[in-house]
């Protein structure tokens, strides 16, 4: 595969910037699959989530006015929290954290000392 896809059309422009970020980021390895696809569209969703969950708990705070008048937790809290927890799985899989890299290391083609001694 020479490019990566286009980022879905329903993506907004945080998803759509992070889809090209980090599609440039695993063409680059060179170890794609299909389903790798579909993992970066769930992480990219989760990220974009993630960041318009913060805004409006920077905005709003962690506690809002609801319907009736009481004060009630902000749902941008939970909204937030679950975005996180879909991003570290997705970030796991797609080698984007330091232990997956660790774990995964990207072959190179590279020659070392090693291959010279041989």
């Known amino acids: ?6 980022p879905p059309a329903y993506f907004d422009e945080i998803a759509t910037a ?3 970020a980090r ?16 993992n970066l569209e769930l ?5 974009s989530m993630y960041r318009r969950a913060v805004a409006d708990l920077a905005a709003r705070g ?11 937790t902000n749902p941008a ?9 879909i991003m570290i799985k997705m970030s796991s899989l797609l080698g984007f954290d330091p232990v997956s890299r ?3 290391p990207v072959d190179i083609e590279e020659e070392d000392e090693l291959d010279r001694l041989g």
């Open 1 to 6: 595969m020479a490019r990566p896809p286009k």
């Open 18 to 20: 992070e889809w090209k």
């Open 23 to 38: 599609a440039k980021q695993m063409m680059e390895r060179g170890d794609l699959i299909d389903a790798d696809w579909r």
């Open 43 to 47: 992480y990219c969703l989760n990220y």
């Open 62 to 72: 962690f506690s809002v006015e609801g319907s009736r008048g009481a004060t009630t």
């Open 77 to 85: 809290l939970k909204a937030k929290s679950d975005a996180e927890k």
């Open 102 to 104: 660790r774990r995964n």
